[in-house]
């Protein structure tokens, strides 16, 4: 390996925990990562954050002592995450730094009591439409398109929920059943509250440094960031997620490995219709063959290619600047076989995508495609 | 030439503007320099804003047919616009990107009416300390150490204010007396209103691309960035800025210059003591000096070294995010010569300091300092 790996991980659990401080979050799990990684310095820190206030990192850095290093807070929606570990990644291979921290922080719960709601000053803000109506849409449309049941969507979230169960900071830790899905209370039809992901706190951080072949290190192969184009509102073509293409075929390159060669996924399922059609856009399945995945166990754990074997942002929870690394989390727990319960069994090859926004008039704020290898 | 350039610039005016979205007061900024590189794509974005809301550069890009294209919001404190203007550069270093537009964007006159107020969990928020207060202790204490007193430290508004009645884009554009200012209405003493900086609303543009010794261009010969230190609040040395002299000098070394070649300066006046002292941390006097200097006429405009040409944060305005890159702006219209009833002839050396945040426990949460060349 001549890249970049990650060389220590950490997150705090995912809940509603208004009581801490957004900086308390952050340097819990900087602490891990950088614990994990055997560090006690870096070269500069990578934060993502969305609603984090001004200094929130600065303030989750000093009990660690990691001052006088740059710190650069990124805004990117809810790739943030990612998007600051691409720029970690860049700053190590561009030969800046040695050793970097990438850095996620979030708290939603003392910020909004419903769903995020849009920009006033967009179309969606205009029309009333916050994210989980813009998903259902999709989501309408694509079952109609496709002859995709209600069941089909929610056997995404009987999955996810029951690879949440598996994991000690989920916030969802129970397994939900189809009945109990469908049956959930309605937010934007045919979306169910079980089909949503949820409010939540937390933060999660990766420790990346060059790679240099010892047994704990992850090779970051792959990793490609990209922003949306301009939304045409009148395509057919509402669920294509071109963006996630795109970014996924430049991070496959880089790799040099295909969707085939991936042993596990963690995707953007904010809704079940958001992990169907993003698994289509990764080039697991054809437009409209999506939705077999989950029924058909191929995404399960113990099933070929397990997708969100933490929960996903379903049932691990969705603090937005916190999800990206999150997910590189999972990854690197599964690629060193520490996942526990819910380990992918001999997992070498995963593949994390986290995608940002896309209501304000393009198909999405910010992607990150990263394939992470050992 | 073979190092990265400024090809364009462009800022709004400088004004409280709340009709306006701060979109549209990017959108502004972005096309004028756009237009001024003779460009209209770029390979990437980075965003300075502090209050900006998630999406509030995507938004502003649209309508120039920016998309597509990696667009990463920073915050950095007041510094945030020049900490984007750093990463833009040395991505182009590196050789990810040819040409990068660094934007800056805040609109404050929608979001506070009075001081911004520090995060009530840090010990400056416990203590009901605003930004105003902190300097000014920090202000009182300059005075009792080095013998300075208040007619010294209202020169510099004095100055500063006679620099933006040149300035058509500045907030306040009418040259202030002594006695106006040292009788504006006391803010925190011995602080008056006529010497702290005002709310207001802008944003400011860079193209950056590589340097090929085209006439207009101006190269970036030296861009340091550092964050602060633990703040030790047992020390005597309240306002040596620490973290300004650090990066200062790592800018000159990689630019091989001294203060003492800089034609002009565009620092950080959030308040005037702010000016005084920064400009001991960049090497223009030793400790107790720095007051001097507006009044001895060194660094007003016809002196050897104008100081804050544009106005400065006092008169120009210090709309968070846009500040560092209006900073940016004014040196590269300087070294163009097209600075107009303000220019500073012949110049050819401007420095560039933008200090950002110190309110959480260090000596600044982020400071960036730049050397532009023609």
Same sequence: chains 1, 2.
């Avoid at 129970?174 to 937390?202: F, K, M, N, V």
């Avoid at 669920?239 to 953007?268: K, S």
Wanted: contains cysteine; negative net charge.
């Amino acid at each position: 390996m001549t890249g970049v790996a990650v060389l220590g991980v950490g997150t705090t659990r995912f809940a509603k925990q208004p009581e801490r401080t957004p900086a308390e979050l952050g340097w819990e799990a900087a602490a891990e990562a950088l614990a994990d990684a055997g560090v006690d310095r870096v070269d500069a820190v990578y934060v993502g954050t969305v609603f984090g206030a001004p200094g929130v990192a600065q303030r989750a850095l000093q009990a660690l002592g990691i001052v006088e290093v740059p710190i650069v807070t990124i805004e990117a929606a809810c790739a943030s995450g990612t998007v600051a570990l691409h720029e970690a990644r860049e700053a190590i291979l561009s030969g800046r730094y040695e050793m970097v921290l990438a850095l996620g922080i979030e708290q939603l719960s003392t910020a909004f009591a419903g769903p995020i709601e849009p920009e006033p000053s967009d179309r969606e803000g205009r029309t009333g439409l916050p994210l989980p109506g813009i998903y259902a849409m999709s989501a309408a449309r694509y079952q109609a398109v496709h002859g995709v049941t209600d069941a089909e969507l929610a056997a995404v979230a009987v999955k996810n929920s029951a690879h949440g169960a598996l994991n000690p900071r989920a916030l969802r830790r129970r397994g939900l059943t189809e009945e109990e899905i469908l049956g959930s209370p309605p937010i934007a039809d045919p979306l169910t509250l079980y089909q949503c992901c949820s409010i939540s706190d937390a933060a999660a951080a990766a420790v990346v440094g060059r790679a240099t072949g010892t047994a704990r290190e992850v090779e970051i192969a792959g990793c490609a960031f990209r922003s949306g184009g301009l939304w045409d509102q009148r395509s057919e073509h509402v669920w294509g997620l071109d963006i996630v293409r795109d970014t996924a075929t430049a991070a496959y390159e880089e790799a040099a490995v295909g969707p085939d060669d991936a042993d596990l996924f963690e995707v953007h399922d904010a809704f079940t219709i958001g992990e169907i059609v993003t698994l289509e856009a990764l080039g697991l399945a054809p437009p409209g063959e999506g939705a077999r995945l989950a029924p058909a166990g191929h995404t399960r754990l113990g099933g070929p290619q397990p997708v969100n074997p933490s929960g996903g942002l379903l049932s691990r929870g969705h603090p937005l600047g916190a999800t990206g690394l999150a997910q590189i989390a999972e990854a690197v727990w599964q690629l060193r076989g520490e996942a526990g319960e819910r380990q992918v069994d001999g997992a070498q090859v995963a593949v994390v995508e986290t995608m940002g926004g896309g209501a304000a008039g393009v198909d999405g704020n910010a992607c990150v495609v990263a394939v992470l290898r050992v």
